[in-house]
């Protein structure tokens, strides 16, 4: 046995040995045969980088173009029915379509309904600060109200102490956008008589300064006159899916903007009551 | 029959290295250092040349030099099964020593080896892993020998 190890030693020594030329002649292609799974999986595997990298990027283009779009869309409404006199307040440079966004995963959510409350990966680190917008490519999904260096809390509508500024996108009537249950919204405050009808989308209306003008909130589900017979009771369905969305944009907007605003202290009392926190772990990168 | 399924295992156990590769798993030496302690000392040795031939393929330049290694470390581990393998620490200090041998061979002749600190994690890697893939490859080929025992 030991000759036998010994005579293998010595050949594999002389292989060893053997000038580069003739080891890479030898190898060749039984190189070629057994390495074949491997240079077809790295490839796989370079290709699903890849793929992924496009996706995200993608996904980034369409929240751009779906706020691009609202506000076109807006824009063409405006013209078509020659309300010049509101035309000055459109101005392209102040639109959103000059904001940046940052893209962001929801890493938790809050453990009673899910829905209310998420945490995303990005924080006052990535420029992120209190009362900035969180968007999909449907539409709004809620606002920061508590960051730390690595991670934030999105407070989404479906939270009751959430309100936004909202408008009719067809009628242009306005109103404001409360919590109605865990699945709809209220659109609360527009008169009887105005003109709100099933389907109808309902947009931020920029009223308010922390969320920009033109993003959809929901449609219309349902509506009926109010008890008080003075305001109708009007019914939204959130056009995101809360229950089925992994990740956001933030728009990063000028700091200026939300410094004189302060989160409200009731969404700070919901944290507290859900037991929510934003983390302040380091991130590992 | 029974040694080509054998060959074919590190042949596997070589493309699931290869493919990770960061951190740097030597699956193929745990795996012959199993086969190893468990079989004839002429299979060791031709498993040891076949996982030095397959890491050979990765690095052509240094063709030969790792046959040259893992046959020494399959006939090593052979060896040592007869006077001290009975309990699964012996078994985790021949693979600690065969990886230990391989880290040094490879520094000393072809001075192209990962950092200490990235060699001791994988190192650390393969040791918790060692023991269930001893298992497996028990159950896998030596049914009869877990039955003498």
């Keep these: ?285 | 029959m029974k040694l080509v399924f054998k060959l074919l295992f590190l042949y596997l156990l070589f493309l699931i290295q290869t493919i990770i590769n960061r951190p740097q798993i030597d699956l193929i030496v745990l795996g012959l250092v199993i086969f190893s302690l468990y079989d004839t000392p002429i299979t060791a040795i031709v498993l040891g040349i076949w996982a030095g031939f397959l890491l050979g393929l990765v690095n052509q330049a240094y063709f030969g030099f790792h046959i040259i290694i893992l046959t020494l470390v399959a006939y090593a581990s052979n060896n040592v099964h007869r006077y001290l393998y009975k309990y699964k620490l012996y078994f985790l200090a021949i693979v600690l020593l065969a990886l230990l041998f391989k880290y040094l061979t490879t520094l000393i002749i072809l001075r192209n080896v990962q950092p200490f600190g990235i060699w001791l994690l994988s190192t650390l890697i393969m040791l918790l892993i060692a023991l269930p893939l001893e298992n497996l490859i028990i159950k896998m080929f030596y049914k009869n020998l877990l039955r003498r025992f």
């Design chain 1, 1 to 285: 046995m030991k000759k036998i190890l010994l005579i293998i030693l010595i050949l594999s020594l002389i292989l060893s040995l053997l000038p580069r030329s003739f080891k890479f002649a030898l190898t060749k292609y039984p190189q070629l045969l057994l390495l074949f799974p491997v240079e077809k999986t790295r490839q796989l595997i370079s290709y699903l980088h890849i793929q992924k990298k496009e996706f995200d990027e993608l996904k980034q283009l369409a929240g751009l173009l779906a706020i691009e779009n609202a506000f076109l869309q807006e824009k063409l409404l405006l013209t078509n029915a020659n309300a010049k006199q509101d035309e000055g307040q459109i101005n392209l440079e102040q639109s959103l379509i000059s904001k940046k966004l940052l893209k962001a995963n929801i890493i938790a959510r809050d453990e009673e309904t899910g829905v209310q409350f998420f945490t995303i990966n990005k924080g006052s680190y990535d420029n992120v600060k209190i009362n900035m917008v969180a968007i999909t490519a449907q539409g709004i999904v809620g606002r920061i109200i508590a960051t730390s260096q690595f991670y934030s809390i999105i407070e989404t509508p479906l939270s009751p102490r959430f309100k936004i500024a909202g408008c009719n996108k067809r009628s242009r009537v306005n109103g404001v956008i409360e919590y109605h249950n865990l699945s709809s919204l209220r659109f609360k405050y527009v008169f009887a008589e105005s003109d709100i009808k099933v389907g109808d989308t309902i947009i931020t209306s920029g009223l308010g300064g922390v969320f920009p003008y033109g993003l959809n909130i929901g449609i219309v589900k349902n509506t009926q006159p109010d008890p008080t017979q003075y305001f109708q009771y009007i019914e939204v369905k959130p056009i995101v899916d809360f229950n089925a969305i992994f990740d956001v944009h933030i728009i990063l907007s000028e700091p200026s903007v939300f410094e004189q605003f302060k989160p409200a202290a009731g969404s700070r009392r919901d944290l507290n009551s859900l037991k929510i926190s934003v983390p302040i772990a380091p991130r590992i990168r």
